[in-house]
């Protein structure tokens, strides 16, 4: 028979490497919780239409990259590819808008049917922010500064936060048509994907990672030169108000993200040791897609962190090191083990960390163990010590200030606990 594999660009997290997820997803928590940041979730699975309006039709995401299939009610469903359509589809589903600007975050699987490589799979992980109902060029400064904080607190090193702006709907129908008319004039220099998009999604043509197209781009007409004067008064704003809170960042003329419903600020966080998928961050003001869904125009800004490139960047710094038992508990022959079941659970009751040794072997091995586990103490219980009612305790720190060995009764539960926990 074959083995069993996982699919294509689904990816195990095993024991080894949880350590770092799990401090990634309690840094995250507790980050958003002092910035008055709500948590919220929505389900994996969504309506197919939920998606095709409002990532459109025009862009990868929607056009190769999405699970979709019928249920078994013939409806069509799509694992989710990215966070923020479910989360204003449940902002506009509940009324959360009508109490006020909500500030949300999510975080979870996110599906894309793309071509796995480092730090690019089929199933993925994202951490985001919504803010939505925030019109202001400081609130786009706060979400850009709430992803940078979070990344500082992590501890991750030599990021660059690239930024543009998309200007408004108008700004950008303008320098569409510049644009389209001057690649056409070009378009047998143009990369058969960029000449697709010059009828679907012209704009994503700056984002081609071609480079005969992107030599080409240094001399097309740019995005800034497209911006009415509020458009750019307000970038300005955004420019100065992250200046003035000390975060760096590098102006980017051609950065596009990859969904139609961004407008104004655009941004993205980026690492140079991550090869090819080197942002670990990307995000941008959508002030259309509220209302593109179907809810009362509302202004919106928001981000979502790449969990995979973050891991990746973070296991290059130090390991992190999982919690020592209190206490490894040796233990042999039939009645013992049965008694050093029992002691374990009480122990855990108390909200011990107890490791259970469950092998029968000899004890000098299940000392070695021990020794490994990293515990302060072992517990020693044979048939011997279960007769007498005692339980030998020993000290496997070098440092620990109380006697190295120390007989307890089996029954003095709150002395074991004292010791252990001292
Ligand atoms: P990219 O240009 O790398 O494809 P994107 O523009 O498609 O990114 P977004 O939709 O903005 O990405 O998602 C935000 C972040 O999620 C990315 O910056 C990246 O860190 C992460 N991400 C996106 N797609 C994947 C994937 N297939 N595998 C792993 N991480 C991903
Ligand atoms: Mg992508």
Redesign the pocket.
């Known amino acids: 028979m074959a083995k069993l594999q996982s699919l294509r660009g689904m990816v195990d997290v095993l024991p080894e490497q949880i350590g770092l997820w799990q401090q990634v997803e309690s840094t995250a928590r507790d980050h958003f919780a002092r910035a008055g940041v709500a948590e919220i979730r929505t389900p994996v699975l969504e309506t197919t239409e939920l998606f095709a309006r409002g990532i459109g039709e025009a862009t990868d995401v929607v056009g190769k990259e999405m699970y979709t299939f019928s249920d078994r009610g013939d409806r069509s469903c799509t694992l989710r590819p ?1 966070g923020t359509a479910s989360v204003v589809r449940a902002a506009i589903q509940h009324g959360l808008l009508s109490q006020g600007p909500q500030r949300l975050w999510y975080g979870g699987p996110m599906f ?1 049917y ?1 071509r796995p490589q480092a ?3 089929r199933q ?1 992980h ?1 951490i985001g922010l919504e803010m939505l109902g925030f019109d202001s060029a400081r609130s786009d400064v706060e979400a850009i500064a709430t992803a940078w904080d979070l990344l500082q607190d992590l501890g991750v090193q030599g990021l660059v936060l690239e930024l543009n702006s998309l200007g408004s709907a108008a700004d950008r129908a303008h320098y569409r048509e510049d644009l389209v008319a001057w690649l056409s004039a070009r378009e047998t220099l143009l990369d058969e994907d960029s000449q697709a998009r010059l009828r679907t999604n012209p704009l994503r043509i700056l984002d081609s990672k071609n480079k005969d197209t992107q030599a080409l781009l240094a001399d097309a007409p740019t995005l800034a030169d497209a911006l009415s004067p509020e458009s750019l008064d307000r970038f300005a704003q955004v420019c100065s108000g992250l200046t003035a809170l000390g975060i760096p960042f590098v102006l980017n003329p051609r950065l596009v ?3 139609d419903y961004y407008s104004h600020t655009a941004f993205e966080i980026t690492s140079d040791q991550l090869g090819a ?1 080197a ?4 995000g941008g003001r959508y002030d259309g897609l509220v209302e593109q869904l179907g809810g009362a125009s509302t202004p919106a800004i928001g981000w ?3 969990l ?2 973050l891991v990746l960047l973070l296991s290059q710094l130090a390991p992190v090191t999982t919690d020592a038992p209190d206490l490894y508990l040796v233990n042999r022959g039939d009645q013992a083990q049965w008694s050093a079941l029992a002691l374990a659970r009480e122990l855990r009751q108390r909200g011990l960390r107890v490791e259970l040794d469950s092998s029968g072997s000899a004890f000098g091995k299940q000392f070695k163990r021990a020794d490994r586990s990293r515990s302060a103490w072992a517990a020693v219980l044979g048939d011997g010590e279960v007769e007498q009612g005692i339980v030998t305790l020993k000290a496997l720190h070098p440092d620990t200030e109380l006697p190295k060995e120390q007989i307890l009764k089996l029954t003095e539960i709150d002395q074991l606990v004292s010791i252990l926990s001292a």
């Open positions: 990215e894309r793309e730090g690019r799979q993925f994202q993200r990859g969904l998928q942002t670990v961050c990307g979502a962190i790449g995979e490139r």
